[in-house]
């Protein structure tokens, strides 16, 4: 889907990106894999969609948000599982981590089972716990002896020659306890000037000396020499029975290699998935329908609004908009004019990204660009006015090539004189309407627009004036609430006797300008 | 006599923390003292360093250090990096990264002569320090630094500090010293009880210009984030505290001294020092290798 950062700002794309953002690092790769392939074809963008319609009603919302909570958790095992197939040592910390890898896969089968997913949809990666079980009592990891009959002995022996080498630092502290005054017991022990002025005795070796402190330690006879000696050589045949384990298990890790990609790969794809699941949770999600000449929306959201509003506790009014090739739309100041094309936008937008789009029934042509025109402000960047901006990318619009595209145009040519404006509305317009492959949404307080061009004319069906009247105006907030309540927001065919006009001076009496400037402004507009 | 120090550091039943007054002042020597009375006992035991330790020589001087022996059953907390390959280590759990990758919470099965190291944050102190005495269920002993206690302020932490000869060239100077840090390290919480509704609070440091300008003003109660905040030394920070009272927001719990006699300049009076630092301090002080206690 090709939309730039201003077209893309309106219709949601951010609020979009951060909904479908995974939890995990593989569900990360797997969202930039997918960006990097582009848009989804129709056929793709349609099964993609219907599997996640699918999962979204097997699943129960709680249990998918456990699933998730569980995908979080997952550490990656690629690092350590590419070192393993390059021969490079592993270490306990790595099997530490491969445990934990296996155990998290556990948790998210357990959630996403329990959440009412199928069995057969996880990721399988069960040789790495079978691996490592020998050293996994718990959540840790130890090399321990039942990984090898070997390792098992070599530490048996060394804790042998230990003992002898302790029995012989006995027998030597024993023998000169007597003179000392009392029994070394450790390697190293202090003898302080103050007790022990006169010589040492024999069989004590000074390791460092201080005015107030000897160090000591004892000398080792031939007996003793050979038990540590012993002991250090026992020390390096562990060492090297423990590394010969460690490169064992790394093999077998390495040997798993293509499993352990696998399911990454799958958790990637499930955690995408459950983004995408989450969202049909909450606003709902349909299988789109792809026509050429169709963009047809049934009871649609616009679900960045309706979050929004639901944050002030109020809510939002699912739109249906019956929009084939060219419409004009028209109605009253905050009718939800812009909103209603920026939902356009967005569903274009839920479909390429495979996301089934929030509404009961969507039927449209298979878009690859979307572009907004009009409704912004000065363009710093470019350092061109509102008009010029607009007009720019009106310019831009038109050059585009004819793919499949959606065009929205947001009150375009609102900021010069309204004669002209609505003189270059009706050419843009036209222009819109001769283009192959092109829908078209034109929002706009121009007169006869839809008429002079030829196209369809659609209109929020808005508030009666009876009920404009009867809100007061005052505090911001409620004024906003009650007309919310007293707005008809439903897109209709205009017919010919369609109610011309904005309710611009209501409205801004119910905003809160002064009641005189408003009175004012209905005498000079009834003249 | 070093079992009296244990008993006196693992009453307040939190972990204990040592810290040396200087470089060189056995800080290591008392840390493992601790240890040793602790296997005495058969108390299990959990431990780790604030910054790294267990080198067989110091970093910045290169003397010989002592090694840190981990026993049989000890559980330690060390930098991924710093995890000895034999014997092997059973690993229970990973926690902050730091500069020599994730911190390690690991079991000994066998005994084992290693370096041990800290995490990288004061966060990551506590967070550390909290985790090890949850796993190991029984006294942890932190290798400290002075310079990054500031970490444990408002715990229940017992801290000792090791001073000696290394910090000063007489026995009255070592123990002056002492006596100064330890009155700043004690500085009380504040308690609007007893110290009043509206203290004059610190942002940062309360330093020297700090400290005249106070001094020349009304008596008050001022209120620094905790005593390592406390940039003042000597006779400056006397008169200050006689003048003004200083809290902290969060405290520290100094509860023994140990010395160590031996210094650049030759070896001070192991009786003497002990005695000395006791009288200054106020607390508990040993000298855990000759066995002196006052």
Redesign the interface.
């Known amino acids: 889907m090709i939309a730039d950062a201003f077209t893309a700002e309106r219709i949601g794309a951010a609020w979009l990106r951060a909904a479908l953002t995974p939890v995990s690092d593989f569900g990360r790769r797997a969202e930039d894999a997918a960006t990097a392939a582009g848009p989804l074809d129709a056929a793709s963008a349609r099964e993609r969609c219907a599997a996640i319609v699918r999962l979204a009603a097997a699943l129960d919302p709680d249990g998918a948000g456990r699933a998730r909570v569980a995908l979080r958790t997952v550490p990656d095992p690629l690092a350590i599982v590419s070192r393993a197939r390059a021969g490079d040592p592993l270490?306990?910390?790595d099997?530490?981590?491969l445990g934990r890898f296996a155990d998290a896969l556990d948790a998210v089968a357990h959630a996403w089972v329990q959440a009412g997913g199928a069995a057969d949809e996880l990721p399988v990666a069960s040789a790495v716990g079978t691996v490592l079980a020998p050293g996994r009592s718990g959540?840790?990891?130890?090399?321990a002896d039942a990984f090898d009959p070997v390792l098992a002995d070599a530490?048996t022996t060394?804790?042998e020659a230990?003992t002898r080498v302790e029995r012989e630092r006995t027998r030597l502290a024993e023998a000169i306890a007597e003179e000392l005054g009392f029994v070394p017991a450790?390697?190293e022990f202090?003898i302080?000037r103050?007790?022990h002025a006169g010589p040492l005795p024999h069989g004590v070796r000074v390791v460092?000396e201080?005015?107030?402190?000897r160090l000591c330690t004892l000398e080792r006879d031939m007996p003793a020499l050979l038990a540590e000696t012993e002991r250090d050589g026992e020390?390096r045949l562990?060492?090297a029975e423990?590394?010969r384990v460690r490169r064992e298990l790394a093999d077998a890790i390495a040997r798993e290699r293509e499993a352990i990609v696998a399911a990454v790969a799958r958790l990637g794809e499930l955690d995408c998935a459950l983004a995408r699941v989450a969202l049909v949770h909450r606003f709902g999600g349909c299988v789109p329908t792809f026509a050429d000449d169709a963009f047809v929306l049934t009871e649609a959201t616009f679900a960045p609004l309706a979050e929004a509003l639901a944050g002030e506790g109020r809510t939002y009014t699912p739109l249906s908009i019956d929009l084939r090739g060219t419409a004009v739309l028209t109605g009253p100041n905050m009718g939800g004019k812009s909103a209603a094309l920026a939902l356009c936008g967005f569903v274009a937008l839920c479909v390429a990204a495979g996301v089934p789009p929030p509404a009961r029934a969507v039927t449209l042509p298979p878009i690859r660009r979307v572009a907004w025109i009009g409704g912004g402000d000065v363009d710093r960047v470019r350092l061109l006015s509102a008009f010029a901006a607009e007009v720019v990318r009106a310019r831009d619009a038109l050059a585009a090539p004819e793919f499949p595209a959606l065009v929205l145009v947001d009150e375009y040519a609102r900021t010069t004189g309204p004669r002209e404006g609505r003189a270059l509305l009706i050419a843009l317009v036209e222009a819109l309407a001769a283009r192959a492959h092109t829908s078209a949404f034109v929002a706009t307080h121009f007169d006869g627009v839809a008429e002079a061009a030829r196209v369809a004319h659609l209109w929020v069906s808005g508030v009666a004036p009876a009920a404009l009247d009867g809100i007061a105006a005052g505090d911001l907030s409620d004024a906003l609430g009650a007309l919310a309540s007293a707005m008809d927001y439903r897109i209709v065919p205009a017919g010919p006797d369609v109610a011309a006009g904005s309710d611009a001076i209501a409205l801004a009496r119910i905003l809160g300008l002064p009641a005189a400037l408003v009175a004012r402004a209905s005498v000079i507009y009834e003249r | 006599m070093n079992g009296a120090l244990l008993a006196i550091a693992l009453a307040r039943g939190a972990p204990v923390i040592v810290v040396g007054s200087a470089k060189n002042v056995g800080k290591t020597v008392a840390f493992n003292a601790l240890r040793a009375a602790a296997d005495e006992r058969g108390i299990a035991y959990g431990l780790t360093s604030i910054g790294r330790d267990g080198e067989p020589a110091d970093a910045l001087d290169g003397r010989d250090k002592p090694r840190v022996r981990i026993p049989p059953g000890s559980i330690v907390a060390l930098p991924e990096e710093l995890v000895p390959r034999s014997p092997a280590l059973e690993i229970l759990e990973l926690g902050e990264r730091s500069a020599l990758g994730r911190m390690v919470f690991a079991r000994a099965r066998l005994a084992i002569t290693c370096e041990i190291g800290g995490p990288p944050s004061a966060r990551a102190v506590r967070a550390t320090i909290d985790r090890l005495r949850a796993l190991c269920a029984g006294a942890v002993f932190v290798d400290g630094a002075i310079d990054r206690v500031a970490a444990l302020a408002g715990g229940a932490d017992a801290i000792v500090v090791a001073t000696g000869g290394a910090s000063g060239a007489t026995v009255e100077r070592v123990a002056e010293i002492a006596g100064d840090l330890v009155a700043r390290l004690q500085t009380p919480a504040y308690d609007p009880q007893r110290d009043g509704p509206a203290p004059l609070r610190i942002a940062g440091a309360l330093d020297a210009r700090l400290a005249e300008a106070l001094l020349a003003g009304e008596p008050q109660t001022v209120v620094v984030a905790d005593p390592t905040r406390i940039a003042l030394r000597g006779r400056l920070f006397a008169r200050l505290a006689r003048h003004v009272a200083v809290r902290c927001e969060r405290a520290l719990h100094v509860v023994a001294c140990t010395t160590s006699p031996d210094g650049p300049g030759g070896g001070l009076d192991p009786v003497a020092l002990v005695r000395a630092v006791a009288r200054a301090t106020g607390l508990p002080t040993f000298d855990v290798l000759a066995g002196l206690r006052a």
């Open positions: 270490g306990d910390v099997f530490y981590e959540a840790g990891f130890y090399l530490r060394m804790a230990d450790a390697e202090v302080v103050e007790q460092r201080t005015p107030a402190y020390r562990l060492a423990e590394e």
